[in-house]
T-cell receptor
């Protein structure tokens, strides 16, 4: 497997524009997580899915952020409209938890977003 | 106050030295992760622990559940070990990870 695949790797956009980040988890994994990393706040969980269903979105900053997982192999994180304070690296991670498996996390390479 | 405390925040050592990074947490957990992040790079999971000790190459991770403490050791450190090491815990009954602030390790040749 190629691991967790994220796109784009880098995105520069202007304030007010819509941003869509994409993630393909490792095949067979049943959990998918979206994290945001900034210098000020470190790593923060935004939302996670289990079997394509959003379980906890309490980390999503505000209504400008939305995430979907239409199937087991694809998820999107959308920001509309984007603001400069959204500039960060966004990581997607997936894991497999069944029975005794305690769920090692596999991270994508991250999407570095800059909002001007 | 961060519920996951790491120490030290920064560590500089000479190549070949034995390195220890510590992580303490406040309540019961189901798992503890050690992550590695190189400058400008992605995040790699080094270990996931729920008890005892794990070893992978020059890296060793231990956890003491009673004391709520974990350590990451690097033997025969090398400049390529220079990275930020992050401790993260998964609390009982919850899939969310709580992250430490990270330890920036620099190994000088």
């Amino acid at each position: 497997d190629a691991g967790v695949i994220q796109s784009p790797r880098h995105e520069v956009t202007e304030m007010g524009q819509e941003v869509t980040l994409r993630c393909k988890p490792i095949s067979g994994h049943d959990y998918l997580f979206w994290y945001r990393q900034t210098m000020m706040r470190g790593l923060e969980l935004l939302i996670y899915f289990n079997n394509n269903v959003p379980i906890d979105d309490s980390g999503m900053p505000e209504d400008r952020f939305s995430a979907k997982m239409p199937n087991a192999s694809f998820s999107t994180l959308k920001i509309q409209p984007s603001e400069p304070r959204d500039s960060a690296v966004y990581f997607c991670a997936s894991s497999f938890r069944r029975r005794s498996n305690t769920g090692e996390l596999f991270f994508g390479e991250g999407s570095r977003l800059t909002v001007l | 106050k961060n519920e996951v405390e790491q120490s030290p925040q920064n560590l500089t050592a000479q190549e070949g030295e034995f390195i220890t990074i510590n992580c303490s947490y406040s309540v019961g957990i189901s798992a503890l992760h050690w992550l590695q992040q190189h400058p400008g790079g992605g995040i790699v999971s080094l270990f996931m622990l729920s008890s005892g000790k794990k070893k992978h190459g020059r890296l060793i991770a231990t956890i003491n559940i009673q004391e709520k403490h974990s350590s990451l050791h690097i033997t025969a450190s090398h400049p390529r070990d220079s990275a930020v090491y992050i401790c993260a815990v998964r609390y009982l009954g919850n899939e969310k990870l709580t992250f430490g602030t990270g330890t920036r390790l620099t190994i000088i040749p």
